[in-house]
């Protein structure tokens, strides 16, 4: 108390030490923000680099070797978050409510869009045994059947149901925003935004077609945010000339339709061979980005369910 009394007596013969302290305030919290676009924005450099043109790497776009390295950023910036959490001393417990509905609401969507990969990545994994299937025939000459079994990959239509629910916050929500909880509402619409962008060229690159890109992009609103500007200006091209479809899977189509072509004459052994190694290629790919969504919505439902412990146990 006596140290309460001192200081109160400082800052009454200091008038202005007071409005000094609350601008380095709002400095220092405007200094960890733009510490966390720093941090995303050296995640994207890393985890996806923009490749120069003309580059071999170049052509690498759309392609599921590189989409699957998308997933990675997504739990990267939640440490990032989390790291800007703890610099600013705000932790979730003392969170606005508008935040915590924010954060809910991002949460939910996560788990919608992993769903969403499982099903893709399940519809191209089908596709991969019939076409093996029709294979196998082939090696017991039965090419009639065969031939009923050698279809192209075809896209992936989500559904009607394929929809993110994002919370809109009006002008005057926000403006009665302010100090750290304006913090984190800046930084969950950036976490937000990055995630539904990354999901976008996901989802495009599984289910073989520019919907759910167009959809999502439309969704993460950032198309003047430097965070996202250059990867955005590349893939938007790519994927509308690809429409969507990915490199492996269009390589697939391709052999496919040569095999078939080749029942005719019976010459089908190098079609076989070359299939056969890219189905592989194929099959390989879906466990990496299968294990990658599995691990990654079993984690945002964690943090899900403590937050939502944590709320319990402060409203009592």
């Known amino acids: 108390m006596v140290l309460l009394v001192e200081k109160l007596s400082?800052?009454?013969k200091n008038?202005?030490?007071m409005e000094n302290d609350h601008h380095n305030s709002e400095a220092l919290l405007a200094s960890s923000l733009q510490g966390f676009r720093s941090d995303v924005s050296k995640i994207m450099n890393k985890v996806l680099p923009i490749p120069e043109p003309g580059t071999e790497q170049e052509f690498q776009f759309m392609s599921l070797a590189w989409i699957e390295k998308c997933v990675d950023v997504i739990p990267l910036t939640h440490r990032a978050f989390a790291k800007l959490v703890v610099e600013i001393d705000h932790p979730m417990n003392k969170w606005g409510k508008s935040q915590v509905e924010e954060y809910l609401d991002y949460s939910l969507n996560l788990l919608d869009l992993l769903n969403s990969v499982t099903s893709g990545v399940s519809h191209l994994s089908h596709a991969r045994l019939c076409i093996s299937h029709g294979l196998s025939l082939i090696g017991k000459n039965s090419y009639s059947l065969a031939l009923e079994h050698l279809n192209e990959i075809q896209p992936y239509d989500l559904g009607k149901e394929f929809k993110v629910e994002r919370k809109i916050i009006t002008e005057n929500q926000e403006s009665s925003c302010s100090g750290k909880d304006l913090i984190i509402h800046q930084s969950l619409c950036i976490l937000m935004s990055i995630s539904l962008w990354i999901f976008g060229v996901l989802l495009s690159g599984i289910c073989n077609t520019v919907k759910p890109y167009m959809e999502?992009?439309?969704s993460a609103g950032l198309f003047n945010d430097s965070?996202?500007?250059?990867?955005?200006s590349i893939l938007a091209n790519e994927i509308a000339?690809?429409?969507?479809v990915s490199k492996e899977v269009k390589e697939i189509n391709e052999v496919t339709r040569n095999l078939k072509a080749a029942v005719a004459n019976g010459k089908v052994d190098e079609h076989v061979t070359e299939l056969t190694r890219r189905l592989k290629g194929l099959e390989e790919l879906l466990q990496t980005i299968g294990k990658k969504t599995n691990g990654l919505f079993s984690e945002v439902l964690a943090e899900r369910g403590k937050f939502l412990n944590s709320l319990q146990y402060t409203s009592k």
Request: net charge positive.
């Open 216 to 218: 999502l992009r439309k």
């Open 241 to 244: 000339k690809s429409c969507g």
């Open 227 to 232: 965070l996202i500007r250059g990867w955005d």
């Open 10 to 12: 400082h800052f009454l």
């Open 15 to 17: 008038p202005n030490r």
